[in-house]
């Protein structure tokens, strides 16, 4: 036969086998669990603590989990069986753990954690290819864990218990056996500042920030009590802020305290009330008495807004001081329902909390409410024109004359109602004063105006202004709605 024949019959065995082996090695190379990385190999060879000299041994595969326990069990009846041929690749071979080398892992590595190795063998398109996957499943010795339950079980720890902070005095106070027990009655104002007692007095309320970016800080706090009630004063720093202080409510309890003056004192306290009140130790003599309500005015209408107690009426109203504008400035006049013919006067102005008013003269124009803070009374006014017109008298004046018109002295004494000039009145009256000599002068001035340095121009100012409010040291002397109802 010639060559060319020759050639041309084995170029198509030549062709298909090519092709063959070409589709073998694309299916491998698309297998990714055929082959192992360098990496992985170093980690599963050092998993399995297998030495170098031992990597070509024959190996043994299980499709069963291999653990301490089955291999000890089987030692003296399983026989290590030699394993199927694998490639010529090293990439396919698979570690082994023999008896001799597994003895000596449990013995030198009593401690340490043990790794289960699962080990299964995949034979895909007629054993072509094998592909062994390598399942590393952490886990401690159940022995191990056993104990250090048992260890753990076993410990005791002590309970810290809680010791309240227990006072001798009062211990013995409470006892009766305190000697020197000193009563506080109602007619105390006593003033306590609070440290440690401060969040549960105020529940909670006294280390905090006022402002949502503003960092928190102790707010400074006074207990006071007064008339057997108690109440709460925090006062605020920094700039911007809504009030300068705010009172608030005390929590129930009993509190053992310090007073300002130095005093240790006992107290139970119950909706806002004092039910006991007594100095353990300390001399009482050095707290104060009440002897105005500008001690207490404030706090009082507090206390009744606070615990809401309905024992109270109160009339609020507005007005503006012309000479020092501060905004309107908001007053309340209250009584307490038991003694409703008391009467009670606060202010407050922006950015303040409410105070006690020390004096204040208001009165009002017309029926419309307009209420103007002024420096004296209309009453204080109807006595300085009395009194110069008497005394005008005594020197032989008989009234006198404004615009060619004459005012006798009895014209304004005959009726018994306040005495009520215009300006141009008042002047005509000052200019008869200007009549006496600079003596007589002197003598009128000591007797009728030495109290208050009112001219006789400022009131006839204000003789449309009829007195509404008139608070002097913190006492209401007159209130327009109070005494119109009580006449």
């Given at each position: 036969?010639?060559?060319?024949?020759?050639?041309?019959?084995?170029?198509?065995?030549?062709?298909?086998?090519?092709?063959?082996?070409?589709?073998?090695?694309?299916?491998?190379?698309?297998?990714?669990?055929?082959?192992?990385?360098?990496?992985?190999?170093?980690?599963?060879?050092?998993?399995?603590?297998?030495?170098?000299?031992?990597?070509?041994?024959?190996?043994?595969?299980?499709?069963?989990?291999?653990?301490?326990?089955?291999?000890?069990?089987?030692?003296s009846?399983?026989?290590?069986?030699?394993?199927?041929?694998?490639s010529?690749?090293?990439?396919?071979?698979?570690?082994?753990?023999?008896?001799?080398?597994?003895?000596?892992?449990?013995?030198?590595?009593?401690?340490?954690?043990?790794?289960?190795?699962?080990?299964?063998?995949?034979?895909?398109?007629?054993?072509?290819?094998?592909?062994?996957?390598?399942?590393?499943?952490?886990?401690?010795?159940?022995?191990?864990?056993?104990?250090?339950?048992?260890?753990?079980?076993n410990?005791?720890?002590?309970?810290?218990?809680?010791?309240?902070?227990?006072?001798?005095?009062?211990?013995?106070?409470?006892?009766?056996?305190?000697?020197?027990?000193?009563?506080?009655?109602?007619?105390?104002?006593?003033?306590?500042?609070?440290?440690?007692?401060?969040?549960?007095?105020?529940?909670?309320?006294?280390?905090?920030?006022d402002?949502?970016?503003?960092?928190?800080?102790?707010?400074?706090?006074?207990?006071?009590?007064f008339?057997?009630?108690?109440?709460a004063?925090?006062?605020?720093?920094?700039?911007?802020?809504?009030?300068?202080?705010?009172?608030?409510?005390?929590?129930?309890?009993?509190?053992?305290?310090?007073?300002?003056?130095?005093?240790?004192?006992?107290?139970?306290?119950?909706?806002?009330?004092?039910?006991?009140?007594?100095?353990?130790?300390?001399?009482?003599?050095?707290?104060?008495?009440?002897?105005?309500?500008?001690?207490?005015?404030?706090?009082?209408?507090?206390?009744?807004?606070?615990?809401?107690?309905?024992?109270?009426?109160?009339?609020?109203?507005?007005?503006?001081?012309?000479?020092?504008?501060?905004?309107?400035?908001?007053?309340?006049?209250f009584?307490?329902?038991?003694?409703?013919?008391?009467?009670?006067?606060?202010?407050?102005?922006?950015?303040?909390?409410?105070?006690?008013v020390q004096?204040?003269?208001?009165?009002?124009?017309?029926?419309?409410?307009?209420?103007?803070?002024?420096?004296?009374?209309?009453?204080?006014?109807?006595?300085?024109?009395?009194?110069?017109?008497?005394?005008?008298?005594?020197?032989?004046?008989?009234?006198?004359?404004?615009?060619?018109?004459?005012?006798?002295?009895?014209?304004?004494?005959?009726?018994?109602?306040?005495?009520?000039?215009?300006?141009?009145?008042?002047i005509?009256?000052?200019?008869?004063?200007?009549?006496?000599?600079?003596?007589?002068?002197?003598?009128?001035?000591?007797?009728?105006?030495?109290?208050?340095?009112?001219?006789?121009?400022?009131?006839?100012?204000?003789?449309?202004?009829?007195?509404?409010?008139?608070?002097?040291?913190?006492?209401?002397?007159y209130?327009?709605?109070?005494?119109?109802?009580?006449?």
């Amino acid at each position: 036969m010639p060559l060319s024949q020759i050639i041309k019959n084995n170029f198509k065995f030549l062709s298909l086998t090519f092709f063959v082996f070409f589709i073998s090695c694309v299916v491998q190379a698309q297998n990714p669990k055929s082959i192992i990385l360098p990496e992985e190999k170093a980690k599963i060879e050092s998993l399995l603590a297998i030495k170098p000299e031992e990597k070509n041994a024959p190996k043994q595969y299980d499709s069963s989990v291999v653990t301490e326990t089955a291999i000890e069990k089987n030692n003296s009846k399983n026989k290590i069986q030699k394993s199927a041929k694998l490639s010529k690749k090293p990439i396919k071979k698979s570690p082994k753990i023999s008896k001799k080398n597994k003895k000596k892992l449990l013995k030198n590595n009593k401690k340490r954690i043990i790794k289960k190795v699962k080990i299964t063998k995949n034979v895909h398109q007629k054993k072509t290819t094998e592909n062994v996957e390598l399942n590393i499943v952490e886990s401690e010795s159940e022995e191990k864990i056993k104990n250090e339950e048992t260890i753990i079980s076993n410990i005791v720890i002590p309970k810290i218990e809680e010791r309240e902070r227990t006072d001798a005095s009062l211990e013995k106070y409470k006892k009766g056996e305190l000697d020197n027990v000193q009563e506080i009655d109602g007619n105390y104002i006593i003033e306590s500042e609070l440290k440690e007692n401060c969040d549960r007095a105020v529940a909670g309320q006294c280390f905090r920030a006022d402002k949502f970016f503003q960092e928190s800080y102790f707010h400074y706090t006074i207990l006071s009590i007064f008339h057997k009630k108690i109440i709460a004063e925090q006062f605020f720093e920094g700039e911007g802020r809504a009030s300068d202080k705010v009172f608030l409510k005390v929590s129930d309890g009993e509190y053992l305290l310090y007073t300002k003056n130095k005093n240790k004192i006992f107290l139970v306290v119950k909706n806002g009330l004092v039910e006991e009140l007594v100095v353990l130790d300390g001399d009482l003599s050095k707290e104060s008495k009440i002897v105005s309500k500008c001690q207490y005015a404030d706090k009082l209408l507090a206390f009744h807004r606070l615990y809401q107690t309905k024992g109270h009426n109160e009339e609020t109203l507005l007005y503006s001081d012309k000479k020092n504008f501060k905004g309107l400035i908001d007053a309340t006049i209250f009584s307490e329902k038991y003694r409703p013919k008391i009467l009670y006067s606060t202010f407050k102005v922006p950015n303040k909390a409410i105070r006690a008013v020390q004096n204040l003269n208001l009165c009002r124009v017309g029926d419309s409410f307009q209420a103007i803070e002024r420096d004296f009374t209309k009453g204080e006014c109807d006595r300085k024109f009395r009194c110069t017109m008497e005394n005008l008298a005594g020197y032989g004046s008989e009234g006198f004359s404004v615009n060619d018109k004459n005012f006798t002295f009895d014209d304004f004494n005959q009726d018994k109602i306040m005495i009520s000039l215009s300006r141009e009145q008042a002047i005509g009256l000052a200019e008869e004063v200007a009549k006496l000599s600079a003596e007589d002068k002197n003598l009128l001035k000591s007797k009728c105006f030495n109290d208050k340095n009112i001219d006789l121009i400022s009131c006839s100012v204000f003789e449309k202004c009829h007195d509404y409010l008139v608070v002097e040291a913190c006492e209401v002397n007159y209130f327009y709605n109070a005494n119109k109802e009580n006449n």
